[in-house]
DNA sequence: CGCCCTTCTTGAACGTGTTCAACTACCGAC
DNA sequence: GTCGGTAGTTGAACACGTTCAAGAAGGGCG
């Protein structure tokens, strides 16, 4: 099963190399103990000692403990992209495609809600790599902003021109918004932020519409500007 | 200068007994430390040695190193309201008062904003007590809550009769959206986050004078019911 | 086979936040 | 004044994340 030696290989580069196997055993052991016992519960020293490793290799693969974090991160939204499929599937109006995408999220992080809530905090520090605005995590942020760019593109709705670019983007920024809500949620089975979601999609599906009336074009103009200056 | 000892002295509340000044020693040097090295980067040793005590005497009155930052979370409060007085005293319509309370808010945290970018990681837990959300922090939420309150109370603005009870904490949630926009401020002096305010808040006194018309009444309430669900 | 170089692995050691059993200072009661 | 109890204070000890000098494993090349 192993793979053909890299020709190139570039030197930083340890996921094409030979320890590959011993980097997704940390990684797995790694995700395994966050879920059950929590990330702060959750000690190097023990990771380590149960993939059968030195700690010292386990900063070999991943930075720092937070980093592992951002395996999480990758592997969720590789999930949520595989759960989102039959919606984009089967919904074709907007309303119903970006609610049932939204409940896709929350479904695939549900599992973790405990011990994610616990990292989010980590995420949430803007000088860390692990932020969802940084320039480390661009790649899954990417994939997660052009999910909801299929969101639209297989929707039978009519955006406003000059906001269409920008609701992807958008959009995202809303999931981030929920997510938010759902790591502080403390109701059973986070049913709040299922209402969250339901309720506030007819919303967002009703401004995205109105955006398109004359009357209210300069409202929308207003609106993207300042979202156009604030952008980095 | 000694206060008169407090006559019923409740066994848990070491801030009316003698250590007072041992406290606010402590306080104020980690405040020092805090802002000329950074929330990281001052160590409990650091802050027990300049304040020329032990490093278990800080811990008897704070709990946790992040229980500083609570320390801070109030002063800033304090502060806050202050520098929004003569605001309140001055302005009368609805905007240029939530403008003012804003910019006034910004103001306060600007010394800080290398340091507190960082601490605003800890305020994102939900577990801990630092979170704004948090039982903990209720009294200086309340404080602000009530300063967007009288932002209310003093203008001009008519607001819909039902949104009317709920718009302070609206306003406060704005608020620590902008703050989290500021922790992530790059712009050189924090200028886009001036830039959020001015060009935010005209929508916002928008959207809250169109909340009265016949025709929104619907989509009002709508939002109205969806915000009273989802809290807590 | 022997050599060299890169990749990988080790575990002791460091600095940190935090705890805690022991100690001291103070104050009211008798 | 002495006693007793609470408030305040101490610093060594602990567990954790992290670093790093040292070594082992592997593979290409003569």
Redesign the pocket.
């Known amino acids: 099963m192993t793979e053909q030696?890299a020709q190139t290989?570039t030197?930083g580069d340890?996921a094409t190399?030979?320890?590959?196997?011993?980097?997704q055993l940390i990684r797995d052991t790694a995700m395994r103990l966050f879920r059950e016992r929590g990330y702060?519960q959750?000690?190097?020293?023990?990771i380590?000692q149960e993939a059968?490793?030195?700690?010292?290799?386990a900063?070999?693969?991943f930075?720092?403990?937070?980093h592992l974090i951002q395996e999480f991160y990758a592997q969720s939204q590789v999930e949520h992209r595989a759960a989102a499929q039959p919606v984009l599937d089967r919904e074709e109006a907007f309303g119903p495609r970006l609610a049932g995408v939204l409940h896709a999220g929350i479904d695939v992080l549900t599992p973790s809600h405990g011990f994610a809530a616990t990292f989010f905090k980590t995420a949430a520090e803007p000088t860390s790599p692990l932020s969802p605005f940084s320039a480390e995590s661009s790649g899954p942020r990417q994939a997660a902003i052009d999910l909801f760019g299929e969101v639209l593109t297989g929707s039978t709705a009519t955006v406003d021109a000059e906001l269409r670019p920008q609701l992807p983007e958008l959009l995202w920024l809303a999931y981030m918004g929920v997510i938010l809500y759902w790591v502080h949620d403390r109701s059973p089975g986070q049913t709040k932020t299922r209402q969250l979601i339901d309720g506030a999609v007819p919303l967002v599906d009703r401004l995205v519409t109105l955006s398109r009336l004359r009357v209210l074009r300069p409202v929308t103009r207003q609106v993207l500007d300042l979202i156009r200056t604030l952008r980095h």
């Open positions: 030696p290989t030197a340890p190399a030979r320890g590959e196997q011993t980097r702060a959750t000690t190097m020293r023990a380590a059968g490793v030195a700690v010292g290799n900063y070999y693969y930075g720092s403990k937070d």
